[in-house]
């Protein structure tokens, strides 16, 4: 049934919501209180990287929260130090400190790579970041990110982060001097509309910040584990950073996050860094069970198959449509329309009749795609068959 009035006041507004409650989901599904289905093709704006309600994620929560969910921080836990090998073994970077969000992984980046200024490069803490880049909520990530119009909220801003065009390497090489420290991107920037950077960009990156003596961080919150692909969205252009953040799809759906860097950066000291809740054995036994799916043979080649399935269908139905096309990397993908008709594409979806399709509309101009990392060819076919329509429809244009 849709929440009553009282209910819906209890929460503090922060966006328009439409008039539903989900109540369960399963694989790439949805259901309402009413028992209407949607085919989900946001889980959770990729945070749900195996879809609802996967078996062996609920068996490895359900297991570790009858054994120990959280003894403190301060003390080691198996799953934490599991999991905590596993991402290092994967990634190549050898420490890892777990946290809640994504945000909250960015802004220990932040933190990190300011105290390695600070006892490597006399004080040095401004960290260039991207034009449309997003990194989070808190007012450092704000800070950070590039996105238009948030330099006016909640200021003043942190200071420290100056802007460079994304894939353009000058602009970043006529930023840099004695107070830089690092650069910071995506490698896909998700929320402005799934822009990847090339991958002689990452390489010219890689290089020119080895020369200057920087830090290069990459935000893979929204592209990493699996998502493009490949279990890190970097290793596409074949380089190491030298800080690294990953969220959302870490924990399949509960709050997890990393910030995973190189021996030679970690430079905290007691005190500097921590969290109540970070790195609980019931998150990090959730984040143990995804990494053990992602990385068995076979799973990311077949994200890469169902990537080029989905992109293939999205550029067909562009070409139908005329519109100007589509892009993306593996299960982060966009279609670009012909003009700012996205948000009614997205409210017309969720309202078909009998089932719904839950989609997203980052920029008006786009529809991005982050469906389950094991979607099936069928459920894209759906999909696509539902959107074709939609977009054919006049009274959406």
């Given at each position: 049934?849709a929440?009553?009035?009282?209910?819906q006041?209890?929460?503090?507004?922060?966006?328009?919501?439409?008039?539903?409650?989900?109540?369960?989901?399963?694989g790439?599904?949805?259901?309402?209180g009413?028992?209407?289905?949607?085919?989900?093709?946001?889980?959770?704006?990729?945070?749900?990287?195996?879809?609802?309600?996967?078996?062996?994620?609920?068996?490895?929560?359900t297991?570790?929260?009858?054994?120990?969910?959280?003894?403190s921080?301060?003390?080691?836990?198996?799953?934490?130090?599991?999991?905590?090998?596993?991402l290092?073994?994967?990634?190549g970077?050898?420490?890892v400190?777990?946290?809640?969000?994504?945000?909250?992984?960015?802004e220990?980046a932040?933190?990190?790579?300011?105290?390695?200024?600070?006892?490597?490069?006399?004080g040095?803490?401004q960290?260039?970041?991207?034009?449309?880049?997003?990194h989070?909520?808190?007012?450092?990530?704000?800070?950070?990110?590039?996105?238009?119009?948030?330099?006016?909220?909640?200021?003043?801003?942190v200071?420290?982060?100056?802007?460079?065009r994304y894939?353009?390497?000058?602009?970043?090489?006529a930023l840099?001097?004695?107070?830089?420290v690092?650069?910071?991107?995506?490698?896909?920037?998700?929320?402005?509309g799934?822009i990847?950077?090339?991958?002689?960009?990452?390489?010219?990156?890689?290089?020119?910040?080895?020369?200057r003596?920087?830090l290069?961080?990459?935000d893979?919150?929204?592209?990493?584990m699996?998502?493009?692909?490949?279990?890190?969205?970097?290793?596409?252009?074949?380089?190491?950073?030298?800080?690294?953040?990953?969220?959302?799809?870490?924990?399949?759906?509960?709050?997890?996050?990393?910030?995973?860097?190189?021996?030679?950066?970690?430079c905290?000291?007691?005190?500097d860094?921590?969290g109540?809740?970070?790195?609980?054995?019931?998150?990090t036994?959730?984040?143990?069970?995804?990494?053990?799916?992602?990385?068995?043979p076979?799973?990311?080649?077949?994200?890469?198959?169902?990537?080029?399935?989905?992109?293939?269908?999205?550029?067909?139905?562009?070409?139908?449509?005329?519109l100007?096309?589509?892009?993306?990397?593996g299960?982060?993908?966009?279609?670009?329309?012909a003009?700012?008709?996205g948000?009614?594409?997205?409210?017309?979806?969720?309202?078909?009749?009998?089932?719904?399709?839950?989609?997203n509309a980052?920029r008006p101009?786009?529809?991005?795609?982050?469906?389950?990392l094991?979607?099936s060819?069928?459920?894209?076919d759906?999909?696509?068959?539902?959107?074709?329509e939609?977009?054919?429809?006049?009274t959406?244009?």
């Amino acid at each position: 049934m849709a929440p009553s009035l009282a209910a819906q006041n209890s929460l503090m507004w922060i966006t328009p919501r439409p008039d539903l409650v989900f109540v369960a989901g399963q694989g790439s599904w949805l259901t309402d209180g009413d028992g209407k289905r949607y085919l989900d093709f946001i889980q959770g704006w990729a945070v749900n990287c195996l879809g609802h309600g996967h078996p062996a994620l609920v068996q490895a929560i359900t297991d570790q929260a009858a054994r120990l969910i959280n003894p403190s921080p301060a003390f080691y836990n198996a799953p934490a130090l599991a999991l905590a090998q596993g991402l290092a073994q994967a990634s190549g970077l050898e420490r890892v400190f777990f946290a809640n969000t994504g945000a909250e992984a960015n802004e220990g980046a932040i933190k990190l790579a300011r105290k390695w200024g600070q006892v490597h490069r006399q004080g040095a803490h401004q960290i260039i970041t991207f034009t449309d880049g997003f990194h989070g909520r808190t007012l450092a990530t704000m800070s950070a990110s590039g996105k238009a119009g948030w330099d006016q909220r909640f200021a003043p801003q942190v200071p420290g982060f100056p802007k460079a065009r994304y894939n353009d390497l000058d602009s970043v090489a006529a930023l840099i001097d004695d107070r830089t420290v690092a650069v910071m991107l995506e490698p896909i920037q998700g929320e402005a509309g799934v822009i990847p950077a090339t991958r002689e960009f990452l390489q010219g990156l890689r290089q020119l910040s080895t020369e200057r003596g920087l830090l290069l961080i990459v935000d893979e919150v929204q592209t990493g584990m699996g998502r493009s692909g490949k279990l890190f969205a970097h290793q596409h252009a074949g380089i190491r950073p030298d800080i690294m953040t990953l969220g959302k799809g870490i924990g399949g759906g509960v709050p997890l996050s990393a910030l995973l860097a190189r021996e030679e950066c970690c430079c905290f000291e007691a005190g500097d860094q921590g969290g109540t809740y970070n790195g609980n054995p019931l998150m990090t036994a959730a984040g143990g069970a995804v990494l053990d799916i992602l990385t068995a043979p076979g799973f990311l080649d077949s994200v890469v198959a169902l990537g080029d399935y989905l992109g293939a269908g999205l550029q067909k139905l562009a070409e139908r449509h005329g519109l100007p096309g589509e892009r993306g990397t593996g299960l982060l993908r966009a279609l670009v329309l012909a003009d700012d008709r996205g948000p009614r594409l997205v409210a017309a979806a969720r309202a078909r009749q009998p089932e719904g399709l839950l989609l997203n509309a980052p920029r008006p101009h786009l529809l991005r795609f982050m469906p389950a990392l094991n979607v099936s060819r069928e459920e894209i076919d759906l999909m696509l068959g539902w959107l074709d329509e939609l977009l054919a429809d006049p009274t959406l244009a």
